[in-house]
Structures are given as structure tokens and as C-alpha cells.
């Protein structure tokens, strides 16, 4: 419901026409001058045409990305061929470079699975205390 405003006279009520309504309370005036409208409503929302994701897309997804690193694995095996010599304790030998920093980022691998297992740990007795 519009309020005219304050300052502008009424127009005259015609016959069949009802009252105008009573002036707004001074506190509740205020508030009101300035306002404009909100403007136009968006367009109403299309349905969601795409495929829900399931496990089995995941499990796609992971398949794919483990196929593109076990290309970039034998990439870099093919081209990194040539003997190093290792020494290590008392081992000592000879060993393909690409073999011998496939079984260093294994290590690695290993060392870190191992210190997160000991923080796993560390939270899970945490959370048991409280």
C-alpha cells in the first residue's frame, strides 16, 4: 500500500471512491522517504540439466588420472637410463638413474605416511580424551 506523501495535498475523494488512508505516524515517516522499488525480479531458473556426480565418476576420474601418471612414469623411465653408482652403508653398486629415484620418492613416500600415521594417532587419543 502507497502512502502519498506528506507534503503534496490529497486529491479530492470522489463519491464511490473510499477514504484516503490516515498520514503515517512521524516516527514510521522517515523511514519510508527515499525509497525506490527493488527493481525487476531475475529470470526465473532453468532446471539443472547436468548429471549428478556419482562414486562411480570419481572412481572414472581416478582411473584416468592414474593412466596419465603412469604414462608420465614411463616417460621419465625411457629417458633417464643411463648406471649411476650408489653408496649406501655398505652397499655399493651401480643402478639405472630412473630406478634410483623411483625407489628415493618411494622412500620419501614412506617417511612421510609415517609421520602423518603418528599425528592421526596423536588426534585420535586427543579426541578420545575430551
Known sequence: MAYPPEDRPA????????????????ELAGTLAGLEGAGEAP????????????????????????????????????????????????????ISLALAMLIAGVCGAFVAMAVASVRIIQLRRLVRRR
Open 43 to 94: 529470470p526465473p531458473r532453468r532446471p539443472d540439466s547436468s548429471v549428478p556426480r556419482t562414486r562411480t565418476s570419481a572412481v572414472w576420474f581416478g582411473v584416468w588420472d592414474g593412466a596419465i601418471a603412469l604414462i608420465l612414469l614411463i616417460i621419465f623411465v625411457a629417458q633417464n637410463t643411463g648406471n649411476v653408482r650408489l653408496s649406501f652403508l655398505w652397499l655399493d653398486g651401480q
Open 11 to 26: 486529491a479530492a475523494p470522489d463519491a464511490g471512491a473510499p477514504p484516503p488512508p490516515p498520514p503515517l505516524p512521524a
